[in-house]
Protein backbone atom coordinates (compact mmCIF):
# COMPACT_ATOMS: atom_id res chain seq x y z
CA UNK A 1 0.00 0.00 0.00
CA UNK A 2 1.63 3.45 -0.77
CA UNK A 3 0.92 6.42 0.62
CA UNK A 4 -1.48 7.61 -2.54
CA UNK A 5 -3.71 5.39 -1.60
CA UNK A 6 -4.42 6.98 1.90
CA UNK A 7 -7.83 9.20 1.63
CA UNK A 8 -7.84 12.72 3.65
CA UNK A 9 -8.73 10.48 6.92
CA UNK A 10 -5.72 8.57 6.60
CA UNK A 11 -7.37 5.17 6.02
CA UNK A 12 -6.44 2.94 2.98
CA UNK A 13 -9.03 3.60 -0.34
CA UNK A 14 -9.07 1.24 -3.20
CA UNK A 15 -5.92 0.54 -4.65
CA UNK A 16 -5.15 0.40 -8.65
CA UNK A 17 -4.98 -3.81 -8.88
CA UNK A 18 -8.26 -3.77 -7.37
CA UNK A 19 -10.07 -1.07 -9.37
CA UNK A 20 -8.43 -2.87 -12.29
CA UNK A 21 -10.11 -6.44 -10.97
CA UNK A 22 -13.30 -4.91 -10.42
CA UNK A 23 -13.66 -3.16 -14.14
CA UNK A 24 -12.31 -7.03 -15.21
CA UNK A 25 -15.09 -8.85 -13.22
CA UNK A 26 -17.75 -6.14 -14.28
CA UNK A 27 -18.08 -7.68 -18.60
CA UNK A 28 -18.77 -11.29 -16.91
CA UNK A 29 -21.29 -12.62 -18.35
CA UNK A 30 -23.82 -13.07 -15.31
CA UNK A 31 -22.26 -11.40 -11.99
CA UNK A 32 -22.81 -12.80 -8.73
CA UNK A 33 -22.05 -10.15 -5.87
CA UNK A 34 -22.31 -11.90 -2.15
CA UNK A 35 -21.50 -9.44 0.18
CA UNK A 36 -21.13 -10.12 4.43
CA UNK A 37 -22.98 -7.56 5.83
CA UNK A 38 -21.55 -6.62 9.55
CA UNK A 39 -17.76 -4.79 9.33
CA UNK A 40 -18.44 -5.00 5.66
CA UNK A 41 -21.80 -3.43 4.50
CA UNK A 42 -22.25 -1.96 7.84
CA UNK A 43 -19.92 -0.47 10.20
CA UNK A 44 -19.42 -3.00 13.35
CA UNK A 45 -21.36 -1.37 16.22
CA UNK A 46 -21.69 -2.23 19.76
CA UNK A 47 -25.41 -3.42 19.81
CA UNK A 48 -26.26 -5.68 16.55
CA UNK A 49 -29.74 -4.81 16.33
CA UNK A 50 -28.50 -0.89 15.60
CA UNK A 51 -26.35 -1.98 12.44
CA UNK A 52 -27.08 -0.50 9.24
CA UNK A 53 -25.61 -0.36 6.05
CA UNK A 54 -23.82 2.47 4.99
CA UNK A 55 -26.44 4.46 2.92
CA UNK A 56 -23.99 4.71 -0.38
CA UNK A 57 -22.96 0.77 0.16
CA UNK A 58 -27.10 0.38 0.21
CA UNK A 59 -27.32 2.72 -2.81
CA UNK A 60 -24.99 0.42 -5.00
CA UNK A 61 -25.79 -2.50 -4.12
CA UNK A 62 -29.69 -1.79 -4.69
CA UNK A 63 -28.59 -0.58 -8.18
CA UNK A 64 -26.53 -3.58 -9.05
CA UNK A 65 -30.01 -5.69 -8.01
CA UNK A 66 -31.75 -4.14 -10.82
CA UNK A 67 -29.15 -4.51 -13.77
CA UNK A 68 -29.55 -7.60 -15.79
CA UNK A 69 -27.45 -10.41 -15.64
CA UNK A 70 -26.51 -9.35 -11.97
CA UNK A 71 -27.44 -11.20 -8.99
CA UNK A 72 -26.90 -10.07 -4.99
CA UNK A 73 -26.24 -11.96 -2.42
CA UNK A 74 -25.62 -11.01 1.58
CA UNK A 75 -24.00 -14.31 3.27
CA UNK A 76 -23.85 -12.98 7.13
CA UNK A 77 -23.29 -15.06 10.40
CA UNK A 78 -26.67 -13.43 11.36
CA UNK A 79 -30.17 -15.23 11.61
CA UNK A 80 -31.81 -14.67 8.43
CA UNK A 81 -34.97 -12.84 10.10
CA UNK A 82 -32.45 -10.56 11.85
CA UNK A 83 -29.90 -9.92 8.65
CA UNK A 84 -33.64 -8.87 6.58
CA UNK A 85 -34.39 -6.09 9.66
CA UNK A 86 -30.90 -4.44 9.87
CA UNK A 87 -29.89 -4.73 5.84
CA UNK A 88 -33.33 -4.06 4.28
CA UNK A 89 -31.88 -5.52 1.27
CA UNK A 90 -33.70 -5.28 -2.21
CA UNK A 91 -36.44 -7.40 -3.32
CA UNK A 92 -34.44 -9.89 -5.21
CA UNK A 93 -31.63 -9.87 -3.28
CA UNK A 94 -30.74 -13.35 -2.19
CA UNK A 95 -29.90 -14.66 1.29
CA UNK A 96 -27.88 -16.62 3.28
CA UNK A 97 -28.19 -16.54 6.99
CA UNK A 98 -26.70 -18.85 10.17
CA UNK A 99 -23.48 -19.14 8.20
CA UNK A 100 -24.78 -21.02 5.68
CA UNK A 101 -27.41 -23.04 7.55
CA UNK A 102 -30.48 -20.68 6.01
CA UNK A 103 -30.99 -19.79 2.71
CA UNK A 104 -33.58 -17.28 1.05
CA UNK A 105 -33.87 -17.60 -2.87
CA UNK A 106 -36.70 -15.88 -3.31
CA UNK A 107 -40.40 -16.12 -2.59
CA UNK A 108 -42.32 -19.51 -1.26
CA UNK A 109 -38.67 -20.96 -0.85
CA UNK A 110 -37.87 -23.55 2.41
CA UNK A 111 -36.87 -22.25 5.40
CA UNK A 112 -34.73 -24.20 7.49
CA UNK A 113 -35.86 -27.22 9.37
CA UNK A 114 -34.25 -29.01 11.88
CA UNK A 115 -34.56 -32.92 12.45
CA UNK A 116 -35.44 -34.49 16.51
CA UNK A 117 -31.82 -35.29 16.89
CA UNK A 118 -30.71 -31.71 16.19
CA UNK A 119 -33.71 -30.08 17.86
CA UNK A 120 -32.72 -32.19 21.24
CA UNK A 121 -28.84 -31.54 20.46
CA UNK A 122 -29.86 -27.64 20.40
CA UNK A 123 -31.55 -27.69 23.49
CA UNK A 124 -28.60 -28.96 25.10
CA UNK A 125 -26.34 -27.20 23.65
CA UNK A 126 -28.44 -23.93 24.88
CA UNK A 127 -28.13 -25.28 28.66
CA UNK A 128 -24.75 -26.25 28.26
CA UNK A 129 -23.74 -22.37 27.62
CA UNK A 130 -26.55 -21.11 29.72
CA UNK A 131 -24.94 -22.22 32.93
CA UNK A 132 -21.59 -20.73 31.40
CA UNK A 133 -22.96 -17.66 31.14
CA UNK A 134 -24.43 -17.62 34.67
CA UNK A 135 -21.06 -17.64 35.75
CA UNK A 136 -19.33 -15.33 33.33
CA UNK A 137 -20.63 -11.66 33.68
CA UNK A 138 -21.17 -9.29 30.61
CA UNK A 139 -21.55 -12.71 28.37
CA UNK A 140 -24.94 -13.37 26.87
CA UNK A 141 -26.75 -15.68 24.53
CA UNK A 142 -28.07 -15.16 20.90
CA UNK A 143 -30.65 -17.99 19.83
CA UNK A 144 -30.41 -18.89 16.00
CA UNK A 145 -32.70 -20.92 14.07
CA UNK A 146 -30.31 -23.63 13.67
CA UNK A 147 -27.50 -22.54 17.27
CA UNK A 148 -27.32 -20.68 19.98
CA UNK A 149 -24.13 -17.78 20.17
CA UNK A 150 -22.16 -16.76 23.43
CA UNK A 151 -21.30 -13.27 23.12
CA UNK A 152 -18.36 -11.82 24.42
CA UNK A 153 -17.75 -8.48 23.89
CA UNK A 154 -19.41 -7.00 26.98
CA UNK A 155 -16.91 -8.93 28.75
CA UNK A 156 -13.86 -8.35 30.50
CA UNK A 157 -11.28 -9.93 28.46
CA UNK A 158 -10.28 -12.79 31.36
CA UNK A 159 -14.13 -13.27 31.88
CA UNK A 160 -14.43 -13.37 27.98
CA UNK A 161 -11.32 -15.85 27.47
CA UNK A 162 -12.79 -18.35 30.34
CA UNK A 163 -15.99 -18.84 28.77
CA UNK A 164 -15.04 -19.62 25.29
CA UNK A 165 -12.94 -22.09 26.72
CA UNK A 166 -15.39 -23.48 28.83
CA UNK A 167 -17.86 -23.81 26.10
CA UNK A 168 -15.37 -25.51 23.74
CA UNK A 169 -13.94 -27.62 26.09
CA UNK A 170 -17.46 -29.08 27.02
CA UNK A 171 -18.93 -28.96 23.55
CA UNK A 172 -15.84 -29.39 20.60
CA UNK A 173 -16.01 -33.05 21.19
CA UNK A 174 -20.12 -33.50 20.77
CA UNK A 175 -20.85 -34.96 17.87
CA UNK A 176 -23.00 -33.25 15.88
CA UNK A 177 -21.89 -29.79 17.57
CA UNK A 178 -20.00 -27.29 15.15
CA UNK A 179 -17.70 -24.42 16.51
CA UNK A 180 -16.69 -21.17 14.93
CA UNK A 181 -14.64 -18.49 16.68
CA UNK A 182 -15.91 -15.23 15.58
CA UNK A 183 -14.92 -11.75 16.79
CA UNK A 184 -15.34 -12.39 20.52
CA UNK A 185 -18.11 -14.92 19.67
CA UNK A 186 -18.34 -18.44 19.93
CA UNK A 187 -21.20 -19.78 17.37
CA UNK A 188 -22.36 -23.86 17.67
CA UNK A 189 -24.64 -25.05 15.08
CA UNK A 190 -26.29 -28.33 15.00
CA UNK A 191 -25.60 -27.92 11.25
CA UNK A 192 -23.07 -27.85 9.12
CA UNK A 193 -22.30 -25.22 7.16
CA UNK A 194 -20.59 -22.41 6.13
CA UNK A 195 -20.19 -19.63 4.15
CA UNK A 196 -17.82 -21.39 1.50
CA UNK A 197 -20.71 -23.61 1.20
CA UNK A 198 -23.18 -20.56 1.01
CA UNK A 199 -20.93 -19.36 -1.74
CA UNK A 200 -21.04 -22.44 -3.69
CA UNK A 201 -24.56 -22.82 -3.59
CA UNK A 202 -24.87 -18.72 -4.40
CA UNK A 203 -23.05 -19.21 -7.25
CA UNK A 204 -24.85 -22.81 -8.33
CA UNK A 205 -28.54 -21.43 -8.07
CA UNK A 206 -27.64 -17.71 -9.58
CA UNK A 207 -25.87 -19.40 -12.55
CA UNK A 208 -22.89 -17.17 -12.38
CA UNK A 209 -19.80 -16.52 -14.16
CA UNK A 210 -17.94 -14.96 -11.68
CA UNK A 211 -18.51 -13.78 -8.44
CA UNK A 212 -17.29 -11.01 -6.28
CA UNK A 213 -17.12 -11.56 -2.42
CA UNK A 214 -16.40 -9.61 0.48
CA UNK A 215 -15.97 -10.10 4.11
CA UNK A 216 -14.34 -8.57 6.91
CA UNK A 217 -14.46 -12.08 9.77
CA UNK A 218 -12.58 -15.36 10.22
CA UNK A 219 -15.94 -17.28 8.93
CA UNK A 220 -15.46 -15.15 5.57
CA UNK A 221 -12.25 -16.89 4.58
CA UNK A 222 -14.97 -19.95 4.70
CA UNK A 223 -15.84 -18.05 1.40
CA UNK A 224 -12.63 -16.35 -0.10
CA UNK A 225 -11.24 -20.12 0.15
CA UNK A 226 -14.02 -21.23 -2.85
CA UNK A 227 -13.39 -18.45 -4.87
CA UNK A 228 -12.21 -19.40 -8.25
CA UNK A 229 -10.08 -18.23 -11.17
CA UNK A 230 -11.39 -14.77 -12.18
CA UNK A 231 -13.20 -14.15 -9.36
CA UNK A 232 -12.60 -11.42 -7.14
CA UNK A 233 -12.25 -11.99 -3.23
CA UNK A 234 -12.16 -9.00 -0.91
CA UNK A 235 -10.79 -9.04 3.16
CA UNK A 236 -12.53 -6.05 4.94
CA UNK A 237 -9.41 -4.67 7.22
CA UNK A 238 -5.98 -5.54 8.43
CA UNK A 239 -6.63 -9.14 10.03
CA UNK A 240 -4.61 -12.06 7.95
CA UNK A 241 -6.20 -13.18 5.17
CA UNK A 242 -6.22 -15.54 2.13
CA UNK A 243 -8.25 -13.06 -0.28
CA UNK A 244 -6.19 -11.57 -2.81
CA UNK A 245 -7.32 -7.72 -2.48
CA UNK A 246 -7.81 -5.76 0.91
CA UNK A 247 -9.72 -2.56 1.83
CA UNK A 248 -9.35 -0.99 5.53
CA UNK A 249 -12.99 -0.05 6.29
CA UNK A 250 -17.03 -0.27 4.92
CA UNK A 251 -16.53 2.90 3.96
CA UNK A 252 -13.94 1.49 1.22
CA UNK A 253 -16.37 -0.94 0.59
CA UNK A 254 -19.40 1.73 -0.79
CA UNK A 255 -16.81 2.73 -2.59
CA UNK A 256 -15.81 -0.62 -4.36
CA UNK A 257 -19.46 -1.45 -4.71
CA UNK A 258 -19.80 2.29 -6.27
CA UNK A 259 -17.28 1.64 -9.20
CA UNK A 260 -18.82 -2.17 -9.90
CA UNK A 261 -21.65 -0.44 -10.13
CA UNK A 262 -20.50 2.08 -13.16
CA UNK A 263 -18.45 -0.63 -14.57
CA UNK A 264 -21.06 -3.05 -14.60
CA UNK A 265 -24.08 -0.38 -15.44
CA UNK A 266 -21.97 0.17 -18.64
CA UNK A 267 -21.06 -3.71 -19.91
CA UNK A 268 -24.71 -4.48 -19.74
CA UNK A 269 -26.14 -1.81 -21.26
CA UNK A 270 -23.10 -1.87 -24.03
CA UNK A 271 -24.17 -5.25 -24.50
CA UNK A 272 -28.02 -5.49 -23.97
CA UNK A 273 -29.31 -2.02 -25.42
CA UNK A 274 -32.61 -3.50 -25.46
CA UNK A 275 -32.21 -3.54 -21.11
MG1 LIG B 1 -18.76 -9.46 9.01
Given at each position: ???????????????????????A??????????????????????H?????P????????????????????????????????????????????????????????????????????????????????????????????A??????R?????????????????????????????????????????????????????????????????????????????D???????????????????V?????????????S??????????
Amino acid sequence: MTPENRTGNGKLALTPELREAVRAIARTEHLLVAMDFDGTMAPIVGHADDARPLPRAATAFAGLAVLPRTTTALISGRALASLRKVASPPVDTLLIGSHGAEAWLGPGSAGLTLDGTQKALLTEVRSILADIVAEAPGTMLEDKPAGVVLHTRQAADDVAEDAVAAARSLLEDRKGVFLKDGKRVLETSVVNASKGEGVDFLRQVSGASAVLFAGDDTTDEDALARLKPGDVGVKVGLDFTQAQYRVEAPVHVAELLEVLLRERSLAVVMEDPQD
